[in-house]
């Protein structure tokens, strides 16, 4: 079993910045890759970031491209996700995923319980 649990939420204002963090615990955390999702009220989850096992490959939608950044730290069992230039249209509350290198949330078998991002305008 996985354990993830995200931090680094809150409210900031449109252009502002913000990282998320995922600290993984359970089985161990390098053989692995994971993702950041998020979801807005009345749409569907969608695909934020992806980082390989390594962290050598790292994927993102062209959404966000440019302005996040998805990093991983193998020694404190924790993934991140820096998001720089926010939009409103970023809120969201952000869930941190593992087992998967992929766009579709469920190639990932294991979740958190989501911490959500308001950009005000």
């Known amino acids: 079993q996985v354990q993830l649990v995200e931090s680094g939420g809150g409210l900031v204002q449109a252009g502002g910045s913000l990282r998320l963090s995922c600290a993984a615990s359970?089985?161990?955390?390098?053989?692995?890759?994971m993702g950041w999702f998020r979801q807005a009220p009345g749409k569907e989850r969608g695909f934020v970031a992806a980082?390989?096992?390594?962290?050598?490959?790292?994927y993102y939608p062209d959404s966000v491209k440019g302005r996040f950044t998805i990093s991983r730290d193998k020694f404190k069992n924790t993934v991140y996700l820096q998001m720089n230039s926010l939009k409103p249209e970023d809120t969201a509350l952000y869930y941190c995923?593992?087992?998967?290198?992929?766009?579709?949330?469920?190639?990932?078998?294991?979740w958190g319980q989501g911490t959500q991002v308001t950009v005000s305008s």
């Open positions: 980082i390989s096992w390594s962290g050598g490959s790292t």
């Open positions: 995923a593992a087992d998967a290198v992929s766009k579709y949330p469920d190639d990932y078998h294991y």
């Open positions: 359970g089985r161990t955390f390098t053989s692995y890759g």
